[in-house]
């Protein structure tokens, strides 16, 4: 019964995606360079056909008919703002996942972390964590939860976490730090039993499965984990003066997946400068490929691009485009 009502939603998508004007390829490039410009974001020409749902969504919701009115549309001034996050709601992927990448806790739990612990002893000091294009949140409270695993026995320490993103609804989500049995079952066992809290199920028939009520289960994020976590609206590609703090740690991961190589470079600029002498800049694998950085240093942790700041001036060169 399930999978037939899937099918027939399915279904429905298609054919609606089929109703939808075609797109010529001027009017993609004046969509492309729209959104390049007033986001950031890079829908590269192997995504036309993604671009054309997303807007195609908007349109039918708003009974416009083609491409040129919805542009028309979107750059009136009465709706320029509240129209362009509806888009962009449907532009960005807000999947992550808590320690999405392994190796990089790994480091910054057994190397990093111990080691700015070390230079600021006795010092009373508060550690500065930006996790950056956090989603829903679950980067953010990892980072949390991994000063607390590594460091909660230094009262000498305190952690400030800021998340931002530049969707409100997945910062929303975010801020509520609920999350379903699919969205913790793959985080290491240790910090779900350690630094969550089972919230209850949803209302289950008598009869079911242990497997399936054990999917319907919450898990909250701890209080005194929460604590040192604020979110906020920030746009990478677009920061025009958005003041965040300068760091300890940086976490910038899959997030240049909607950049090009130009903006890449730009904002790797921008998050070390945003870095104390000595903290260090997580990206994800391969999301530097291109590009030279000086007045920081590569370091040699296992599977892991990570650059430390070793210099006052710091700069970035395109190598290959």
């Known amino acids: 019964m399930l999978s037939e009502m899937n099918n027939r939603a399915m279904k429905q998508d ?3 995606y089929d109703k939808s004007p075609q797109m010529s390829d001027e009017e993609y490039l004046r969509w492309r360079n729209l959104i390049q410009e007033r986001m950031g974001l890079c829908i590269r020409e192997t995504r036309m056909d993604f671009l054309k749902r997303r807007l195609w969504e908007r349109m039918r919701y708003l009974t416009i008919p083609n491409y040129r009115d919805y542009y028309e ?3 009136r001034k ?3 703002r509240t129209e362009w996050q509806h888009l962009l709601e449907l532009l960005v992927n807000c999947q992550s996942a808590f320690f999405r990448h392994l190796p990089s806790y790994d480091a910054l739990m057994n190397t990093v972390l111990p080691e700015i612990a070390k230079k600021y002893f006795p010092q009373k000091q508060t550690l500065f964590f930006w996790s950056v294009g956090c989603s829903r949140g679950q980067e953010t409270y990892s980072l949390s939860m991994a000063f607390h695993h590594a460091l909660g026995q ?3 320490l305190d952690a400030s976490v800021i998340g931002t993103d530049i969707s409100f609804r997945a910062l929303e989500r975010a801020r509520k730090a ?4 699919l969205e913790v079952r793959d985080m290491p066992d240790i910090f779900r039993e350690k630094y969550m809290t089972e919230i209850g199920k949803s209302d289950a028939r008598e009869g079911k499965s242990i497997l399936l ?3 319907l289960v919450k898990y909250r994020v701890n209080d005194h ?3 040192p976590v604020t979110f906020r609206f920030f746009n990478l590609n677009l920061p025009n003066n958005q003041d965040i703090p300068i760091q300890d740690i940086i976490f910038c991961q899959n997030v240049f997946i909607y950049f090009g190589i130009e903006d890449r470079a730009k904002s790797i600029l921008l998050l070390l400068k945003h870095l104390k002498p000595g903290g260090y800049l997580f990206l994800g694998p391969g999301e530097a490929v291109g590009i030279r950085v000086s007045g920081a240093t590569l370091t040699h942790f296992k599977d892991t691009l990570c650059y430390k700041r070793t210099r006052e001036e710091v700069h970035v ?3 290959q485009r």
Do not use: G, V
């Not at 609920?178 to 049995?181: L, V, W």
């Open 213 to 215: 009520n054990k999917h």
């Open 317 to 319: 060169q395109i190598t």
């Open 14 to 16: 298609t054919d609606s």
């Open 78 to 80: 009465d709706q320029n």
């Open 225 to 227: 984990l929460r604590k």
């Open 178 to 181: 609920e999350y379903s049995f």
């Open 154 to 156: 230094h009262s000498n």
């Open 73 to 75: 549309f979107i750059l």
